[in-house]
């Protein structure tokens, strides 16, 4: 089984940063794709930002310039640095990974951080 735990979501005032954290722990392989996921209220779960073991990545457009997703590697850990913070960018953040475990490729959700942003 492979766990994730997540941190660093809060609230912040408009134009302030957060730097959430994912670190992946049990039984895998290797990791592929570590990345972040958020869903606001009564929207869909939206990908925000992803990473691939070779360290590619890829962000959706609203958060280009203002986030930077990295990796360590030595740690199974993900971080998503949010500079520039927005309103709309109030949402329940979950972290992800792409794993090859016992059973095969499987992805797994960590609980989500709530991330307000509200003056």
């Known amino acids: 089984q492979v766990q994730l735990v997540e941190s660093g979501g809060g609230l912040v005032q408009p134009g302030g940063s957060l730097r959430l954290s994912c670190a992946a722990s049990?039984?895998?392989?290797?990791?592929?794709?570590m990345g972040w996921y958020r869903q606001a209220p009564g929207k869909e779960r939206e990908l925000v930002a992803a990473?691939?073991?070779?360290?590619?990545?890829n962000y959706r457009d609203s958060v280009k310039g203002r986030s930077t997703i990295s990796r360590d590697n030595a740690k199974n850990t993900v971080y998503l640095q949010m500079n520039s913070l927005r309103p709309e960018d109030t949402a329940v953040y979950y972290c992800?990974?792409?794993?090859?475990?016992?059973?095969?490729?499987?992805?797994?959700w960590g609980q989500g951080t709530q991330v307000t942003v509200s003056a």
């Open positions: 992800y990974v792409n794993v090859n475990g016992r059973s095969g490729y499987e992805i797994v």
């Open positions: 990473i691939t073991s070779r360290g590619s990545t």
């Open positions: 049990g039984s895998f392989f290797s990791i592929i794709t």
